[in-house]
């Protein structure tokens, strides 16, 4: 990791990070442990977040795993009075949970006349259930966890909830409008609650990161003998810095704003970490 970013001193603060299975997420859990935070890792997958645990915990960092399942309020205060007691109040709650799904996806970019009675998947084969499961997973899966443990926060100076958005917030992708709307109200959320919290000691704020290849996308960019795929080739031209990101590429974004001193005046924006995909025309 890139050792500049630790500058970030979260001595003393506890970190819970949602989504911490995962390739994205479990980096974060890793890089606020760095920074000084006790950090509880949660996800569905208790089996994963545990092995980051002790990757951490062999580090010589403070972290534990639960099995967490974000869409459930009831299970989501239990982790939230589990983690108090093991590892204090939260201070920091970094909402990583998300993800898409193939019964919310088109197989085209662009509907054609024939497309309905073809053997495509088009707009209009869309699953209703499965569309409703990624804005669930998306966005009640942010929303439920920040009723758990903003709970803890509330009237104590210096808490932070981070959010994660997507460039697809700014402009759908195609293919995954579930996917981008749900991303889209995350950004929109983030700075609901930042207003909402306002009052009482809690920063909310976001990272939107750009194209990153991770296991979740790699059937999107690369074929199964490993050459990219033509939306590949799309991504990288329309990112001016023509490469995909690294992941180490979100910790300084992820500890600027979770940071009280460098960013304490700073709430309600998300930031794109992008490669300028966001500000390129395409012309």
């Known amino acids: 990791m890139n050792k500049n970013v630790l500058s970030t001193d979260l001595s003393g603060k506890v970190a819970v990070v949602t989504?911490?299975?995962?390739?994205?997420?479990?980096?974060?859990?890793k890089v606020l442990a760095r920074a000084g935070a006790r950090v509880a890792l949660l996800d569905l997958n208790a089996e994963a977040a545990d092995a980051y645990a002790k990757e951490i915990v062999a580090e010589g960092g403070i972290a534990k795993a639960y099995a967490c399942n974000v869409l459930k309020k009831d299970v989501c205060m239990e982790v939230a009075a589990q983690v108090m007691a093991d590892l204090g109040p939260c201070d920091i709650l970094v909402n990583g949970a998300g993800g898409n799904n193939p019964r919310a996806t088109t197989d085209k970019?662009?509907?054609?006349?024939?497309?309905?009675?073809?053997?495509?998947?088009?707009?209009?084969?869309l699953d209703a259930d499965g569309v409703g499961f990624v804005f669930n997973l998306n966005f009640l899966g942010t929303l439920i966890p920040t009723q758990a443990f903003a709970a803890q926060m509330v009237g104590r100076e210096g808490c932070s909830i981070l959010n994660?958005?997507?460039?697809?917030?700014?402009?759908?992708?195609?293919?995954i409008p579930a996917y981008s709307g749900a991303k889209a109200a995350i950004s929109n959320f983030t700075q609901w609650l930042a207003v909402h919290f306002s009052k009482v000691g809690i920063r909310v704020n976001a990272i939107a990161p750009g194209f990153f290849s991770t296991q979740q996308n790699a059937k999107l960019l690369f074929n199964e003998d490993g050459t990219p795929t033509a939306r590949t080739g799309k991504i990288l031209a329309a990112t001016p810095m023509g490469r995909f990101g690294e992941t180490e590429e979100l910790e300084g974004g992820l500890l600027f704003l979770l940071d009280n001193k460098a960013a304490g005046f700073i709430t309600g924006v998300v930031l794109p970490v992008d490669g300028g995909f966001s500000a390129y025309s395409g012309v």
């Open 19 to 29: 989504g911490a299975g995962g390739v994205l997420c479990s980096n974060f859990a």
């Open 109 to 125: 970019e662009y509907f054609e006349i024939g497309d309905i009675d073809a053997d495509t998947k088009s707009f209009f084969d």
């Open 164 to 175: 994660i958005s997507s460039m697809n917030a700014y402009t759908p992708l195609t293919k």
